[in-house]
């Protein structure tokens, strides 16, 4: 098992940053990819960005040169820089790890709320 901890989300006028953290415990070993995930009111969760352990990333389109995902494998824990934040990015950010395998195990941390204000 893998228990995710997120923290940073807050509020936020339009144009301002945050970063999120997520340290993971637990089965460590058996985490391949980490990320984070979002959820607004009455739409689907939806991915924001990954990391792989080898360090490669992906973004969703929206947020492409304004969020950055980073790990820290010493620590354990997944970062996602968000700079020049919308309106429209407000949602509920979850962390997710997925663990190695053919079919991999899906891990997710409770949610932190991020609200931009317009």
């Known amino acids: 098992q893998v228990q995710l901890v997120e923290s940073g989300g807050g509020l936020v006028q339009a144009g301002g940053s945050l970063r999120l953290s997520c340290a993971a415990s637990g089965s460590i070993f058996s985490i391949n990819a980490m990320g984070w995930y979002r959820q607004a009111p009455v739409k689907q969760r939806e991915l924001v960005a990954a990391?792989?352990?080898?360090?490669?990333?992906n973004y969703a389109d929206s947020v492409k040169g304004r969020f950055t995902i980073s790990r820290d494998n010493a620590k354990n824990t997944v970062y996602l820089q968000m700079n020049s934040l919308k309106p429209e990015d407000t949602a509920v950010y979850y962390c997710n790890a997925s663990s190695w395998g053919v079919t991999p195990v899906d891990y997710w941390g409770q949610g932190t709320q991020v609200t931009v204000s317009s």
């Open positions: 990391i792989t352990s080898g360090g490669s990333t």
